[in-house]
Every structure is written in C-alpha cells, then in structure tokens.
C-alpha cells in the first residue's frame, strides 16, 4: 500500500513522516526536478492490524480462484493463484508513505506544486494521508479541498491538536469529518499521539477503496460552471486517467497545462469559456478570485460550526513577542549576525575543529598502522603509495569535513525548524531582491564562508527551483574558510603591514564579483519572473531532537557516500598525476618531475598575462582543485620549504602585482572538488563542469585586470 | 487605497487582487481573498517587505506585490 503524504509548509509535515517511517527512509529527487522526495516504510507496531482488513478481502477471492482452477484441474491457473495471494500478502504487509513537498494549493505554478499534482495523478497512491495544522485550519483546509477533488481514498490528519486543546479550543471532529466526507484523526506529531489511529484509518480508508463521500463544495453560479464543465469533458478525463471533476475545477480556474492535458477540440474549449464567462458576468469577478473565494467561504461556514477557536494560543503571543526583538527595527540584523557568528564559532573554532582534530588523529592513527602494516608485508611501494598517499590521505582529508558539516547542519536545522529562518528571508529580503533572490537565499551563501559543501546542501530549504540553481552558482563565490591559510601565507609574504586590509578587499571582492554574476543571470540564464515572495512567518516552536537527528544522519550520509564515490577517485586521479611522470616513471621526492608538474609548467604560459609564470605556481593552483589547503602545501613542498620559510621562497616566485593577482585567481576560481561534487549532486554533472570552467575563467579576467591595475601602484 | 499604504499596526478589509499569474494565483490561494480582513503588524527593518496578520495567521509580502491588493482601511487604528 502506498500513501501520499500532503499538507502545507510549517505544518509538521516532516515530523509526521518521521513518526511513520522512523529512520527507514530514502531520499531522492522527483524526475527531472530537484524537487526532493522522501519515501519510506510505516515501521510502527500499530501497522500490524491494518492490511488485515484489505488482506483478508483479497485472500478469499484469491483462494477462490484456487479452488475453482483446482477443479477444472487447471494445475498451472492454480498455482499463479496461489503465488499472487502470496504476493499480496508481502506487498500488502508493507506500508509506504511518500512525503510530498509542502505546498499551498493545488496550482500549476511551481515546481513543487506540479510535482505534487503529476505524482497524485499519475502514480496511484492507495490514498492520500492529508495533514492539517489544526491551529491554522482555515488556510490548510484550502489544499484539502482540493486533494478531495483528486478522488483518491483520502484520510485528514489533524495535527498539533494538543497545543490546540492546550489553548482552549475545541473541533468536533465528527462534523468535520461529515461535512468533508473524509475520515478525520487528530494527532500530535511533535507528541507521537494518535499515529496508530491514523494508520488504522488510513489504511481501512484505502483498503476499502472509500472515496471521498462529498465533492461539491460549492454553490449557485460556480457550481453551475463547475457541473457544465465537468459533463463536457468526462470522456477526455476518463481518458486520460484524470478525474473529471478536478479537471473541470481546474478548468475553470484557467488551469493551462491541463487544458493542453485533455486535449480539447475547439469547439469543447469555447463551451468552456462560454460557461466561465457566464460565471464570471454572474460574479462580477474573475474565475481565479472566483474559486478561491469559493473554497475559502465553505471553509469559513464549516469553521464557524465545526470548530471553537481560542482566543489567542500562547504559542502566537510568545511568537509576536520574541519577533518584537527578532525582527526589531533597529536590533533584527545585529541579533542575526550574532547568531550566525556564533554558529560561526562554534562550528569552526570549538566543536567542529574538536571534533575534526578528533577525527584526523584517529585517521592518521590508523593510516600510520596500514602504512606500517603494508610495509612489514614488502608490498610493492606504487601500490603503498596509492594506498596511503592516494587513498587515505585524500579520503581521510575529505572526511575531516564530515565533523564540521554535522555540527553545522545541527544549528541550521535548529534555525530552520524554530522558525527563525522564515524572519531571516523576512529581514534580509530587501538585499537580495536587487539581485533576483529572495531573502531566503541569505542563509546558503552565509555558510559559503566557512565552506561551499554544506552551503551547496543547505540550498535544499529554497522553495524555488529558480533560486535554488541561482544560489547554488553564486555561493562559491562566497570565500571559504580553507582559502584562508593561502590568504594568510601570501600577506604575510607581500604585505606584511596591510594584511587586514588585503583581507578585507579580498572577501569584499568576491562578494561584488558574487553580486556582479546574479545581475548577470537574472537577466540572462534566469531571466523571467522569479516565485513570488508571499511566505508563511510560522509560530515558533521547539525543534523535534528525532527530525533534527534525522536531518543529521541524512546529510551525513549524503556526504559520505559522496566522499568515497567522486571525490574517492578524484583524489586518486590527483594521486596518480604527482606520483609519475609521463612516461610512468615513479619520481623522486618533490615532483619536480611528474604529470602534474608537467601539466602545470604546460598550463604556466596561460598565467602569464596575469604576472605569474613559474610552473610551481600554476601547479599549486591545480593541487588546489582537491582542496584549497593544498595550495599552500604544494607550494611548500615545491620549493623545498616549511611555513616558516615559505613567505621567502614566494617572494622569487611572484612580484607583489603577480601576488595579487593569483590571490585573486584563488579567490575566484573553481571550488574544490568536494564541492563540485556537492554542485553535481544538485544541478548534474553538466552543470557541475561548466561552473567550474566558467569560474575559472572568470577568475582569470577578473585577476588578469587586477594584475594590470596593481601594476600601476605597485 | 491598496494594501501598500495601509500603516503599521491598522487593519482593512480587502476589496480586490490585482496582479496576474502566479503571483495573483499564490495571493488567493494564501486567502487573501476579497472581504477577508487583514492587518499590518510590521515592516522589515530595511522598510520592506511587511508583516500581514490574517486568518489567524502571519505572512510576508513585499510592497510591490502589495500595491495590487485595493482594500478599504478599518477605522479602529489599534
């Protein structure tokens, strides 16, 4: 049995999934879109009960079936009975839920919307499992009436009811229940109250294939429209699998890209528009306000009789009060940039660097006893070197990240499911609008300075695919915080005295190249009119330790599974290049003489333009593309020297123009390649490859001209 | 007047959305439907977008959507 999971946003959608699935889920994306979809198992003790019903219904014809094919002596017959009621059995043992993505209404503007329309069409879920945030019923009963006009077996959950009763109100759930023809469970996710009952009716909903018993919700000239449309295109409903009644609302509310669905004649569309037009004179409104105002006067008649509202929650009035100082005129962009270096601080100075010290030493522990290991048993020093050199020191450097992005990942979706990220978009929205975002992109670039992998993941919260792919190419631009050891060797070297100021300009300069590159796609690759920004400010609320555990060991296991497929062989690639030289020769100690450096010196002419021809150079900056630490590393082990000594031999490399321009070509040129791995991940591989050639030579035209205007001071 | 002019901290009740496509579409869908009432209750702090209170609950808007919104101001300024 498969049961789509439906509601709007902020209405603990995701702590229901939770509760049903435990953490026996899978994510992925819906065809096509970065849309994510989660899928999982009902895992809970209370499932045990349900499919019996169903089961048993389906068991009795299946065994009839036997019995009579044993009869005729059909043999065969008898024993594909026998096998399809076995099948039956395990696939209705199991319960699957789909978490759709949180979405409003039913229209066909955003992805997620379209996605959630195409999946409840077209893949046949046994039943849709609604829920419904029962302190904000009126706007979420909105999306049920329309879920209802889908015709699938349909169950309300109506959730945060403990907080809801807490407050004193009251909802006579019968009467909702009668008056929308659906079963009605009241549940509390945060609690885990009433999710057995829910399976239960749920299932018994879908197993008894109980429709939904009411489909008009509506009266005088939009009824009227509404029945005229429906009989006039039952047939190319039928056809298409659609049902006729949501294809006939949808039609009237001037839904185009169901219209194009049914493929309607000429004729059977000026019918339509005839009857809309008619509705729409008898109105005095348009067909769009017309049904809204439809749903939205059932809904407020059936609130007034069904359910008592308290006054004020609690939850409302300590959420108005905390906005009073978080969202405060004067104190709303202090507080938010305290908080964000506060996670700042403890994700890369106190937890996260702990944990990555932890985490490195136990690494090299082991690397040490492999490398001794293999050593004691002579194995073949290429095939050592792959195994330390290659394997262990790339992987193990990669996995040095994982510390920093759980912890980071711990305060973000503390941020999020507080609520507190919806009042940073609030805030921050006016700064990001000049560049075609919304204030919700904030966030992901602000993480891009500690590091782009997490910022890259993070962008998952964007509603709009839109933003989402925009931010994903603009964050890079945000320096990251493994660029800083370059930053610091190379003021230390050419600018001694100015290194904060070097600094300064350095993450300024990225930042305006940043916002330099959105003006640039919002009127080229992006151009057209982004989603509006209408967002829900929720209520605060305690975060769920179990989804924030959840969210933890997803994004963890995201990026391991990423670390040892991607980044395992282009570390190996990277291994293989400084460890032979052209004619696979191993080199010595150094690599003056391997591919890399080969390819470096072959690459060098490129960077003369921009002051800097020494082959160790262009080297360092390819070394650079498996983390931007090694740049600083490479250039130590190139010309034979420690941290110490390094600012010396730097000054025989590069004049301090040349300086400035390859820190400038550092600062802007592809991300390592964690996260290019993190960019493919979201937008494909394609994707991935053209930003990455396309930063790079943007850094070149940017640091070429840098080059050229520092010649003139220097 | 239209929903942009409406001061902090008072109340209409929506007449008309303006608007096209999706933007119109997200409007209603949200419910700010014809005769619902709606208050300001705040403007970001750098002077857009602003806080709506309606049906119980709080949504953002930027001014320039706003503006499609006519409503008629309530005359008990809270």
């Known amino acids: 049995m498969i049961f789509a999971l439906a509601g709007n946003q902020n209405c603990g959608k995701t702590t229901l999934f939770n509760q049903l699935t435990g953490s026996n889920q899978h994510v992925g994306n819906f065809p096509g879109v970065t849309v994510e979809r989660k899928e999982g198992v009902v895992t809970r003790a209370g499932r045990g009960a349900i499919p019996r019903l169903w089961h048993r219904m389906r068991q009795e014809e299946r065994h009839r079936a036997f019995h009579e094919a044993a009869r005729d002596n059909a043999l065969r017959e008898a024993r ?78 109506l959730n945060m009811m403990d907080e809801f009763r807490a407050n004193g109100g009251t909802i006579k759930i019968k009467k909702l229940s009668e008056e929308l023809g659906v079963p009605v469970v009241p ?40 029945h005229a449309v429906a009989h006039l295109v039952e047939d190319h409903a039928e056809r298409i699998g659609v049902p006729p ?50 749903r939205y006067c059932f809904i407020d008649d059936l609130v007034r009789t069904a359910v008592v509202k308290p006054g004020e929650s609690r939850e409302h009035v300590r959420s108005v009060r905390m906005d009073a100082v978080l969202t405060h005129k004067y104190f709303a962009i202090p507080i938010f940039l305290a908080i964000m270096l506060l996670i700042f601080w403890l994700t890369f100075g ?80 006016k700064l990001l609008r000049k560049i075609g975002l919304s204030g919700r992109s904030f966030v992901p670039m602000l993480i891009g300075f500690g590091c782009s992998v997490p910022a890259i993941m993070a962008t998952r919260t964007l509603s709009s695919e839109r933003d989402r792919r925009m931010t994903i190419l603009l964050t890079p631009f945000m320096s990251c915080s493994a660029k800083l050891p370059i930053y610091a060797m190379f003021t230390m070297a050419f600018f001694p005295s100015h290194r904060a100021l070097v600094m300064i300009c350095l993450y300024a300069g990225g930042m305006a190249v940043g916002v330099l590159c959105g003006l640039v796609l919002k009127n080229t690759a992006f151009h057209g009119k982004p989603v509006p920004f209408v967002m829900e400010l929720p209520n605060y609320r305690m975060p769920s330790p179990k989804s924030v555990f959840l969210l933890l060991w997803d994004k963890a296991k995201d990026f391991l599974t990423r670390a040892f497929t991607v980044i395992f062989i282009a570390t190996i690639v990277i291994w293989f290049l400084q460890t032979f030289d052209t004619r696979l020769n191993v080199v010595a100690a150094g690599g003056e003489a391997s591919m890399l450096a080969s390819f470096g010196r072959f690459l060098s002419p490129i960077f003369a333009p921009l002051g800097f021809t020494d082959w160790r150079a262009s080297t360092a900056l390819l070394t650079g593309f498996s983390a931007k630490e090694a740049v600083v590393s490479t250039l130590a082990v190139l010309t034979g020297t420690n941290t110490a000594t390094l600012p010396a031999a730097l000054a025989g490399i590069f004049t301090p123009a040349a300086a400035v321009a390859f820190l400038t070509f550092t600062l802007l040129y592809t991300p390592c390649v964690a996260a290019v791995a993190a960019v493919k991940r979201e937008l494909g591989g394609g994707h991935a490859a053209a930003m990455a050639v396309c930063q790079s030579g943007l850094a070149w035209v940017v640091a070429f001209f840098v080059y050229r205007a520092a010649l003139l001071f220097v | 007047m239209t929903l942009d002019q409406l001061g902090v901290g008072n109340s209409g009740i929506i007449l008309k959305v303006g608007g096209a496509g999706a933007l119109r579409r997200r409007l209603l869908d949200m419910g700010l439907t014809p005769k619902t009432r709606v208050m300001v209750r705040k403007v970001a702090p750098m002077g857009d977008p602003i806080e709506l209170h309606l049906r119980g609950y709080e949504l953002t808007l930027r001014l320039e959507d706003a503006r499609e919104i006519e409503l008629e101001a309530e005359e008990d300024a809270q």
């Open chain 1, 80 to 157: 594909d009975a026998m096998r399809e009621a076995h099948e039956d059995r395990r696939r209705l043992g199991e319960i699957r839920v789909v978490d759709l993505p949180g979405i409003y209404s039913l229209s066909p503007y955003t992805n997620e919307e379209i996605v959630t329309r195409d999946f409840l069409l077209d893949s046949h879920p046994d039943g849709i499992i609604n829920i419904v945030d029962a302190t904000n019923i009126e706007r979420n009963l909105y999306l049920t009436l329309q879920l209802i006009e889908l015709h699938i077996p349909m169950v309300v959950a």
């Open chain 1, 245 to 294: 009644r949501f294809a006939a609302t949808k039609l009237v509310e001037g839904d185009a890209p169901m219209m194009e669905r049914l493929a309607l004649s000429e004729n059977e569309k000026d019918m339509v528009e005839h009857s809309v037009t008619e509705m729409e004179q008898e109105l005095g409104t348009d067909r769009e306000a017309a049904l809204a105002d439809m």
């Open chain 1, 350 to 429: 106190v937890i996260g660097s702990f944990l990555s010290d932890l985490l490195s030493t136990g690494i090299d522990a082991v690397t040490a006893s492999v490398s001794s290991a293999l050593g004691a048993y002579g194995l073949n020093p290429v095939v050592h070197s792959l195994v330390i050199d290659g394997v262990f020191a790339g992987v193990g450097s990669v996995l040095s990240f994982l510390p920093i992005i759980v912890v980071l990942f711990f305060f973000l979706s503390m941020l999020e499911d507080s609520g507190y990220m919806a009042r940073v978009a609030f805030v921050m929205d």
């Open chain 1, 187 to 226: 549940i509390s996710a945060v609690k885990n109250e009433g999710i057995d009952e829910l399976i239960h009716a749920a299932a018994a909903t879908a197993a008894a294939r109980q429709l939904p018993a009411r489909l008009d919700f509506c009266s005088g000239a939009v009824h009227r429209c509404i």
